[in-house]
């Protein structure tokens, strides 16, 4: 059964750095999301993509992020300068786009630790 | 604004009994909702959806969910729950914009005793 990959499942990185969170959606999937999950509160959505651009996005997703389908697999998460708050796990996930009732399915997560 | 409330914040049952989780949703219109459930270092794995008909759900594991509009309620059930369910369980409710993001309870966590 097909599966949204992430890699790293766990990225531990200086306050200030760069860190750049990678996803594999699921072959011909159309729309692809971002979630995070800070130690012991709610999944919360981060904004998601379509056509090559932005269709949504949380308060959350200031101008320390953003995203990119470099190719015609990756999807990534950047975090320009990373916070203390940004450590939590990130969530990548990908939806078929052909009926707004498709299913979501969530990659296993990456782990992201701001010392 | 649409929004998830999961009252329970931990349960545990005994394996072989019966469980049942509570959701509550706020939504404007006829929502879509899901339950999630999240095994330890896992990630997100659906366990069933609804979206419109018949308002009793089967899902994947034997889990099933009622929805009851007059309750705003989604709660999910299991007649006998085995020790590979305990987990982290997330009620979800999907909204209708274009992005169709997800928006998700606080989660309940079960424990199972042997």
């Known amino acids: 059964e097909p599966e949204v990959t992430q890699t790293p499942s766990h990225q531990v990185t200086q306050m200030g750095q760069e860190v750049i969170l990678r996803c594999v959606p699921i072959s011909n999937h159309l729309y692809f999301y971002w979630y995070r999950q800070i130690l012991g509160q709610k999944v919360e959505f981060l904004v998601s993509?379509?056509?090559?651009?932005?269709?949504?996005k949380s308060e959350i997703f200031d101008d320390q992020f953003s995203v990119e389908r470099p190719d015609g697999s990756n999807f990534t998460l950047k975090i320009r300068s990373t916070k203390l708050e940004d450590s939590a796990m990130y969530f990548c996930?990908?939806?078929?786009?052909?009926?707004?009732?498709?299913?979501?399915?969530f990659g296993p997560g990456t782990r992201l630790t701001v010392l | 604004a649409q929004s998830v409330t999961q009252p329970d914040i931990h349960i545990t049952v005994s394996e072989g009994a019966s469980l049942e989780l509570r959701c509550n949703y706020s939504?404007?219109?006829?929502?879509?909702l899901f339950w999630y459930v999240q095994s330890p270092g896992q990630g997100l794995q659906l366990l069933l959806k609804?979206?419109?008909?018949?308002?009793l759900v089967q899902g994947i594991k034997g889990f099933e969910a009622e929805f009851k509009r007059s309750q705003s309620s989604f709660n999910l059930r299991k007649p006998s729950v085995h020790w590979s369910d305990a987990a982290e369980y997330f009620c979800?409710?999907?909204?209708?914009?274009?992005?169709?993001?997800?928006?998700f309870g606080s989660g309940t966590r079960l424990s199972i005793r042997p």
């Open positions: 996930a990908s939806r078929a786009g052909t009926s707004g009732t498709d299913t979501q399915y």
């Open positions: 939504y404007g219109a006829t929502p879509y």
């Open positions: 993509f379509y056509n090559n651009e932005i269709s949504e």
């Open positions: 609804y979206f419109s008909g018949d308002t």
């Open positions: 979800a409710v999907g909204t209708y914009s274009s992005a169709s993001k997800i928006i």
